[in-house]
């Protein structure tokens, strides 16, 4: 946000004022045709997730919801889970119970929270700081405010899902029982995947950690901020009980980068069940 506001500012002194309407107008026309050409390439098979909704028993407004793209429904429902969170939080009511079975954490050995307190720092710290700094390029007392006020709405609307992130975090596990392996990433990754579908598990070393199972868009990480610690294949098409970040998982993804706190207790594990472990 800190550079977005400089590089804003520092173009006052470059650009002449019937430009910046020209690259304004050009900029917010390109977004919007965007926009609009990912919504009319996602409303294939709409009609389906309507009837799919309504026959599941949703509401009306589900179906309608779900006419739209897939990943943009999905987004919703990740960010009013991310609310639902933050309100819990609040309330100080009690998470709801993971399944029965083996419990396997991620925030033990994380630097997850350690980051979200400099990320907090700096969203606080910025404020102050972008608000001179507009200041000092001169920019008109009416526009400063607005986009003072639009800022500070902003750190307000991060602070508030990131604290509804951190309440589910915090509360989640991946849960191994006798059938299937419980992911549980807080809202964003969700779902039960079967054993059977596991083709074999592999412990990753650190310096292997980030390579891709076979190249971009295969691999899917499972993770709250570290680098995965165990990998686990899969075929294509078999993920179709797990949601990101509300949406389903793409078709192609043949392996699921996970980070636990005991990788060498979760390799065990299911090995115990017949998973066969590299």
Not at 34 to 48: H, Q, T
Not at 52 to 73: D, I, M, S, T, Y
Not at 133 to 143: I, V
Not at 246 to 262: F, H, W
């Amino acid at each position: 946000m800190f550079f977005s506001l400089f590089l804003t500012a520092l173009s006052r002194l470059f650009i002449d004022e019937s430009t910046r309407g020209i690259l304004r107008a050009s900029v917010l026309a390109g977004a919007a045709l965007l926009v609009e050409g990912r919504y009319a390439a996602g409303f294939a098979g709409g009609w389906g997730r309507w009837r799919a909704a309504r026959a599941a028993g949703k509401g009306v407004l589900h179906g309608v919801l779900a006419l739209q793209p897939v990943e943009v429904f999905g987004l919703q429902r990740h960010v009013l889970g991310l609310l639902t969170g933050f309100a819990r939080w609040i309330t100080r009511r009690r998470p709801p119970a993971l399944p029965e079975g083996l419990a396997f954490g991620y925030l033990g050995k994380s630097s997850y929270p350690a980051a979200a307190i400099v990320l907090a720092l700096c969203l606080i710290v910025e404020l102050p700081v972008g608000y001179l700094l507009m200041k000092a390029f001169g920019m008109p007392a009416a526009k400063l405010a607005a986009v003072h006020d639009a800022l500070l709405v902003l750190t307000i609307w991060i602070f508030v899902l990131g604290l509804g992130d951190r309440y589910w975090l915090r509360a989640g596990a991946h849960v191994l029982d006798a059938r299937a392996l419980h992911l549980r990433l807080g809202t964003r990754v969700t779902g039960a995947l079967p054993l059977s579908l596991i083709d074999r598990a592999i412990p990753l070393a650190r310096r292997t950690a980030r390579q891709p199972a076979a190249s971009p868009g295969q691999a899917l990480t499972i993770s709250p901020l570290d680098a995965p610690n165990l990998r686990l294949m899969v075929a294509a098409g078999a993920l179709t009980g797990l949601r990101v970040r509300g949406a389903p998982v793409a078709s192609g993804v043949t392996a699921l980068d996970l980070r636990v706190d005991d990788p060498a207790g979760l390799l065990a594990a299911l090995a115990a069940r017949g998973v066969p472990v590299a």
